[in-house]
């Protein structure tokens, strides 16, 4: 179990890292200048506010769940630049950077999110991992559970789409920490998320997670598959990597090959099969490349503890 939750938060860090550098780059480049994405190297250890926000949101629940206090950890990120690797935050999207500007300004956290049809971009999927972690050991009933991830995601992100992709996400996560095989936790967690979200305000956000509700996301060819930022093509990117993979490089590779919000989608899946494969899967070249190795993991193992011993 350990060592999925290591493989799942070093997953976030390295995929974020690895895609960093690809940032923006279109898909035709990305083809242009690696025609097999098995030959992507991983060219620069730093990392972005995918990592920071998510190692913000794990040490804010080393001590429980209280949404403030992941609020104030964000604003330490933002403001101060505490839990990144090189001292200040940067990359931060704009629904985040308002919803982080609301609260300083006296808005409650989970008041503070982008709730309108614009506000649908990644960066509460990106950080969702440690709440799933903390949800799976510490609460009981699926509704405890989701309602958790759903408040952790309103921080920033408030709009019901984003919550039902960090829902869908985090149901797949749970399965596999519970031993199931890939595609079994893919499909079981669909089904469990078309039956808890069949009612407002989300029933009307399924049809836009239509392709991934089908369980057939693996299925679609590249060429439909989209790397942006939008939190729907970012699950569904991520899937669709991951559940075409071999292992936690194939899946990486995959993923940024893509191009676009390449280390958004990057952490997305890093999680994912970092939580599959487990952190011996990691490439060691690829951990050791990782800026600020020792303060991540600090935050990491300390995090891990709390909730496993």
């Known amino acids: 179990m350990r060592s999925k939750l290591e493989g799942g938060l070093w997953g976030v860090l390295v995929g974020d890292a690895f895609g960093l550098t690809f940032q923006f780059t279109s898909r035709l480049a990305m083809e242009l200048?690696?025609?097999k994405p098995e030959e992507i190297p991983m060219l620069d250890g730093l990392w972005s506010d995918d990592s920071s926000l998510t190692l913000a949101t794990a040490h804010a629940l080393m001590e429980g769940y209280s949404v403030d206090r992941i609020a104030e950890n964000f604003l330490r990120w933002y403001y101060d630049g505490e839990f990144t690797p090189r001292g200040y935050a940067?990359?931060?999207g704009n629904t985040t950077s308002r919803a982080i500007e609301r609260i300083a300004n006296g808005v409650p956290p989970l008041e503070a999110g982008g709730r309108g049809e614009r506000d649908n971009g990644n960066g509460s999927l990106m950080r969702i991992l440690p709440a799933a972690y903390y949800a799976y050991f510490k609460l009981n009933s699926l509704e405890e559970k989701l309602k958790l991830i759903h408040e952790v995601s309103m921080i920033t992100h408030a709009h019901p789409r984003a919550l039902v992709g960090c829902g869908i996400y985090s149901l797949i996560v749970w399965n596999i920490l519970?031993?199931?095989e890939g595609l079994e936790a893919y499909r079981d967690a669909i089904a469990?998320?078309?039956?808890f979200y069949s009612a407002e305000p989300f029933a009307g956000e399924l049809a836009h997670y239509e392709r991934v509700l089908s369980g057939r996301i693996h299925e679609v060819e590249r060429s439909g598959i989209r790397g942006s930022g939008y939190v729907v093509h970012t699950l569904e990117a991520s899937l669709w990597a991951f559940l075409r993979s071999e292992d936690?490089?194939?899946a990486i590779r995959k993923v940024v090959s893509l191009g676009e919000d390449a280390d958004t989608t990057g952490a997305v899946t890093g999680g994912l099969a970092g939580t599959y494969y487990g952190i011996d899967a990691i490439p060691e070249e690829w951990l050791e490349k990782i800026e600020g190795k020792e303060y991540a993991?600090?935050?990491?193992d300390d995090f891990i503890s709390s909730l496993v011993g």
Do not use: N, Q, S
């Open 192 to 195: 469990t998320a078309r039956e």
């Open 178 to 180: 519970d031993g199931m």
């Open 90 to 92: 940067f990359d931060e």
């Open 33 to 35: 200048d690696y025609p």
């Open 297 to 300: 993991g600090e935050i990491i």
């Open 248 to 250: 936690f490089a194939d």
